[in-house]
């Protein structure tokens, strides 16, 4: 089995600051790309950040220039850093990662952390 488990969502107010942590564990042989997506109510999922294992990245135009994603490969671990935080922000932030479980697993399979909630409000 594999689990993505996420950390760190809360309240915080407009312009303020959060970390997200999301880290995989169970039978990995190859963790793939890594990445954050969002739903906030009555809206479909949206892709938010993504990160290769070799580090390259892909933000959405919406949090470029105030959300960073990183990961450690050791711990197997994804971040998003979201700092200036918006009302608009305010969502549920699932984690995501794309591996191959056993070395003879060349296509992989997608995984989901459960979410964890983010609102930002004064």
């Known amino acids: 089995q594999v689990q993505l488990v996420e950390s760190g969502g809360g309240l915080v107010q407009p312009g303020g600051s959060l970390r997200l942590s999301c880290a995989a564990s169970?039978?990995?042989?190859?963790?793939?790309?890594m990445g954050w997506f969002r739903q906030a109510p009555g809206k479909q999922r949206e892709l938010v950040a993504t990160?290769?294992?070799?580090?390259?990245?892909n933000l959405a135009d919406s949090v470029q220039g105030r959300f960073t994603i990183s990961r450690d490969n050791a711990k197997n671990t994804v971040y998003l850093q979201m700092n200036s935080l918006q009302p608009e922000d305010t969502a549920a932030y699932y984690c995501n990662a794309h591996l191959s479980r056993y070395v003879r697993d060349y296509t992989g399979s997608t995984y989901w952390g459960q979410g964890t909630q983010v609102t930002v409000s004064s």
């Open positions: 169970g039978t990995i042989f190859r963790l793939n790309d």
């Open positions: 990160i290769t294992s070799g580090g390259s990245t």
